[in-house]
């Protein structure tokens, strides 16, 4: 590939908010109680350029704007208790985490990725996408995934993470925890998802109740990561009828097409890709959003860009840090 990664470009320091620091102890408390062996830590990314001031918009439109670009980037980033199961000892979970069976995967705990994200051409905002940590969930060993997009201005803002737990054995969705917070408005979702009874449960719902899944469930966070670990042929069209949601599938990936592109981050060749859902939003057939993933084993996602009534929304790599078990 043609490009460096790494913290190559403007603003790449990211600085959380009080939102994000909260999202960040939350992270870090349930790793403690769901830990595994893995505990390496990323290098901090250095800015090299300054921040640009974020354009004034106002108006309903920029609030749409604002809240459709986090469900664009978290598909892509870039979609049978009434409480979560108890988790083992710490030496247990370590145990279960080092022993059992993975499946291979061109990621590991400590990457992240870092993204300016546009409307048209104006910067907006920020997203990173990263793999917290190998954790313990049930007794399976389980990849840990958050997304974070953050955008807006003093007149309407956007600070939503998306969370993921994903087998490691069978990359199937055990959790997906979703906190959104839109123009002052808080929203928080979770769902237990439960592979091998084909059930999930939204456990931030009353009443709790069982709902019908399918056997090898992914939700919007892990759906990317999952596609990052199967071959991709310029011309093939992949149906899977795997999210969460059965009313919702089959998702479908159209691969477009290789090219050459540059992004904050470098120079990349890049294999394109078009995912298609059952929705009326961003991927929708007519939504005709497309994500470069970089053309080789890993499939990072370098690249997404999607073409709405109102304009156009992008993300692009500006920096990222591999795992150190990589």
Sequence with gaps: MGGKYGAIAEGASFRASSRERRSRAAIRRAHTRDASASSDRRPESLPLYPNRSTPR???????VKLATISRLAVFAAATATSSWGQSPTAAAQTVVASTAKRAKVPFGAGERMEYDVKFGALRVGNAHME????DNLRGRPAWHTAFW???GNFLYRVNDVYESWMDAETLSSLRFVQELEEGGKDVERRFEIYPERAIFIQTSKKPQKEEKSVSQPLDD???????????LVVGETYDFDRYFR?????????????ERIK????????IVVQPIIKTKGIFSENGRAEVWLSDDERHIMLQLKSRLKFGSLNLYLKSYFQSPNS
């Design 149 to 151: 997009v953050q955008g």
């Design 57 to 63: 918009r106002s108006g309903r439109g920029w609030r």
């Design 221 to 231: 966070g892990s759906f990317l990561y999952f596609l990052r670990t199967i071959p």
């Design 246 to 258: 059965p009313d919702r599938n089959p998702v479908r990936i159209r691969v477009l097409r290789k």
């Design 131 to 134: 793999v917290v940590a190998l």
């Design 263 to 270: 992004v904050p981050a470098g120079t990349f060749d890049a």
